[in-house]
């Protein structure tokens, strides 16, 4: 009598890199950029154990049936927090950070030197006067509190500190930099 063998679970989205929402062209996309890259042939990045992986998980997620029956195997809190890497949305949202934590800094200056007084803007109006998304916002206000370039008062308003004002006059922005991300309301003369 033989003993069965024992298969591990493989997440079939996290091998192609891709979300339960993802359409049957991404799956393909994802499988056929991986499939090379792993494909036996290829010299620099052949991977057996990849390729199979990734092969498989194209077959169960390309045929309906099968993808329905796997989706419904995930645990729901897998489905939901499960940490994905996407390094193509990566990469472009990184390369966009320190434009946006200067977009956001020069809100703040021009807050605090147009009205000294009331220097504190809230996170509902960074939101409003740029064209940032939420998340990105909350993660740049979260990177200039940690290096002290801003600051919340005591009615949760941010405001540039005095770093926050000397890190932007050492690396003054281009206005083709910062314009595109904020909104910017015409003057009335």
Not at 51 to 59: D, G, K, Q, R
Not at 62 to 91: G, I, T, Y
Not at 160 to 173: A, K, N, R, W
Request: aromatic share 8%; proline share 6%; charged share 30%.
């Amino acid at each position: 009598m033989s003993t069965p063998t024992v298969q591990r679970f493989q997440d079939h989205y996290m091998v192609l890199g891709v979300k339960p929402q993802s359409t049957t062209e991404e799956v393909f996309q994802a499988y056929s950029k991986l499939a090379a890259k792993y494909h036996p042939s290829n010299r620099e990045t052949r991977d057996q154990e990849k390729f199979n992986a990734v092969t498989l998980a194209y077959e169960v997620l390309s045929d309906p049936v099968r993808r329905k029956e796997f989706l419904d195997s995930l645990p729901k809190a897998q489905m939901v927090d499960n940490p994905q890497f996407d390094s193509d949305d990566f990469f472009r949202a990184i390369s966009g950070e320190a434009a946006r934590r200067m977009a956001i800094l020069c809100l703040l200056y021009d807050r605090r030197r147009l009205r000294p007084g009331v220097p504190g803007v809230s996170v509902r109006e960074v939101e409003r006067t740029t064209a940032i998304s939420t998340e990105e916002m909350f993660f740049c206000i979260w990177y200039l509190k940690q290096r002290n370039l801003i600051i919340s008062d005591d009615k949760s308003q941010v405001q540039i500190t005095v770093d926050g004002m000397d890190y932007l006059e050492s690396h003054i922005p281009t206005p083709e930099v910062i314009l595109p991300l904020l909104k910017l309301e015409p003057k009335v003369k």
